[in-house]
């Protein structure tokens, strides 16, 4: 093992990979990483190629690929780390992602209800890092984004975010539209839930980063990914849909920059900043 020069990761070296997947490394490419985790492509000598994952706090993505069972997700192998999350080897996809086949219109709502309803249909005891479905939950939820704001704030990390757009998101939170969202159909939610994370196989679709699924009102993938696809998704979603989405984004920013990532303190300060003012447009 070795630590990554930047972050906070551990990294198995290329004979523990080796050893692991039974043939010598001949090709070893980072895809990309993040302060929370690092995704590499691993060529063998055997001619198989494999994606390599590890990760930092929070996350939930070993657990669910070893408890899942769903159509939608690639091969996965889980490898045990000692004091961190396991790491994760990855069926290598080759197939186009949805993002590249830059569908119309019809056919991108079309396929964003076809890839969240089977989301709905995966099977297994699935791990989540938070549950919205109640109004309770939502309050809990909420007074823990609040919690980390002000502490923020408080504490001189935040320029952009003060006291007073804290209070316009707290409002924003407890609006009625954002609990008849909450009274909407409720299951599994991707959270993450983007055109590049949805590949399309002859077979049907496979859906990749399950790190911070949640459960909650169900709408949320589908305001996810009809966004990413270049479509505003307002018109096909409930009204407190996309607020709701924005503040979970928000809440998982001020997540990081108290807790998980604290010297990416001003990039999330301006980020929140932006997506309170697109709440409020």
């Known amino acids: 093992m070795f630590h990554h020069p930047y972050f906070d990761l551990q990294i198995h070296d290329d004979a523990e990979l080796a050893a692991i997947v039974g043939s010598k490394l001949v090709e070893r490419i980072t895809l990309h990483e993040w302060p929370l985790s690092c995704v590499q492509r691993i060529r063998t000598e055997d001619g198989r190629t494999r994606i390599y994952k590890v990760q930092a706090p929070p996350t939930v993505e070993p657990l669910f690929y070893a408890r899942a069972r769903s159509p939608l997700l690639v091969q996965a192998q889980v490898v045990e780390q000692a004091g961190a999350p396991p790491a994760l080897l990855l069926e290598a996809l080759t197939s186009p992602r949805l993002a590249d086949l830059k569908p119309s219109s019809v056919e991108a709502l079309a396929m964003a209800h076809a890839v969240t309803e089977q989301i709905a249909r995966i099977e297994g ?47 924003c939170a407890t609006a009625p539209a954002i609990f008849a969202a909450l009274r909407s159909p409720s299951g599994y939610v991707h959270l993450d839930l983007k055109s590049d994370n949805v590949f399309v196989l002859p077979d049907g679709y ?12 169900v709408a949320l993938d589908l305001a996810s990914l009809i966004e990413s696809l270049g479509l505003d998704p307002r018109p096909h979603v409930m009204e407190g849909v996309t607020p709701m989405l924005a503040l979970l984004r928000i809440a998982w920013m001020a997540q990081c920059a108290r807790h998980w990532f604290p010297p990416g303190v001003a990039i999330y300060d301006a980020s929140i900043a932006r997506l309170a003012a697109q709440i409020e447009a």
Do not use: M
Request: hydrophobic share 50%.
């Open 206 to 217: 496979r859906v990749i980063d399950w790190q911070r699924p949640i459960w909650g009102p």
């Open 125 to 171: 005891e699935l791990p989540a890092i938070a549950d919205i479905r109640t109004e309770a939950k939502w309050s809990s939820f909420v007074a823990a984004l609040r919690d980390d704001l002000t502490a923020l704030v408080a504490g001189g990390a935040f320029q952009h975010v003060d006291v007073t757009l804290i209070n316009r998101l707290l409002h």
